[in-house]
Structure formats: structure tokens, C-alpha cells
């Protein structure tokens, strides 16, 4: 006889069974690391083929004349489980792969020195960091970039009035 107390205990097992087999794909090499700027397109695509990494920062800093995305995972990465992972400005083909709670922007500085997400053009559509400027009343909006770089002197102005309480 199938009491609801047995129901719900091979139910329970079922669910602890499956956690601690979800628990072994973790990569433990990958995960809950920072790897901010590193490259790993030398290492063995198996190292991350059908995995799940989590809490890893791979974010990648644009510099001027590169593209924004930087492609930095081995070529024929598939089956790869991103979570709470920041791939800020790093290629994931996203077909092949999967991001969970993470952060996948295109980020790039603009004229007024402060970082952007950018759409597949590299033009500028939100500021990144925008609470400050709000209270200080400050535009947001990226027709109000200069069209021109700001000078280090202008730079430094503008970030005084930024952190002035």
C-alpha cells in the first residue's frame, strides 16, 4: 500500500539522489573563481565540455582598436553550464551553452571615461553605473556623451562632482 508518507519519501530520495549527481558535474577547476582577463584557448576544450561552473568572474577589459567581445573559452566548447557567472565582454555561444543568473554585457568606456553597455554596434545604450549621476543630477542619456573624449583635467572635474557627498 503507497502511503502519501512513502510517496513522499522516495520523492525526497529521488530529489536528494539528483542533487548530489547535479553536485558532481560541477567543475570544481572553474568554479567560484576570478579569472578576470585570462585567456583559456590553449587548455583542452574537455576541460569544459558538458560542466557547470559557478560564481567565476571571466569578465574581459575593452582597450582601444580591440573588439568589444573577446572570444577566450577553447573553439568547440558545448554542454558548458555558466551559473552566476560575470562573461562581461566574453564570447559565449549561447546555442551550444548555457547562462544562469549571470551577467553577459558588451561593456565599453565612452568620451565621458565612464562604462557603457553597448549594443552589437559598439554604440553606447545604458550607462553602467548610473545611480551616482541620477542623484547628482547628472544625464544618463548617451546623446549627452561628448562627442569628443574628455581631457584627464575634465575627467578629474567630473568625478570630483561624483564623489562629492
Not at 31 to 36: A, E, R
Not at 53 to 80: A, L, R, T
Request: proline share 4%.
Amino acid at each position: 500500500m503507497n502511503s502519501i508518507y512513502q510517496r513522499v519519501s522516495i520523492l525526497i530520495a529521488f530529489l536528494l539522489m539528483m542533487s548530489v549527481a547535479c553536485a558532481e558535474e560541477i567543475n570544481k577547476k572553474y568554479s567560484y573563481k576570478d579569472f578576470t582577463g585570462v585567456s583559456f584557448k590553449d587548455i583542452p576544450v574537455e576541460e569544459f565540455n558538458n560542466t557547470i561552473i559557478v560564481g567565476s568572474c571571466f569578465w574581459q577589459q575593452w582597450y582601444e582598436g580591440e573588439e568589444v567581445v573577446k572570444d577566450i573559452f577553447p573553439d568547440g566548447i558545448i554542454g558548458v553550464e555558466f551559473r552566476k557567472c560575470n562573461l562581461d565582454n566574453v564570447y559565449i555561444d549561447e546555442t551550444k551553452n548555457t547562462i544562469v543568473d549571470g551577467t553577459h554585457k558588451k561593456i565599453k568606456p565612452q568620451n565621458d571615461w565612464a562604462d557603457w553597455i553597448v549594443d552589437d554596434d559598439g554604440k553606447p545604450i545604458e550607462l553602467l553605473y548610473k545611480d551616482n549621476r541620477l542623484e547628482k543630477g547628472l544625464s544618463i542619456d548617451p546623446k549627452d556623451i561628448p562627442k569628443k573624449r574628455l581631457t584627464r583635467e575634465e575627467k578629474d572635474a567630473l568625478y570630483k562632482i561624483l564623489n562629492t557627498d
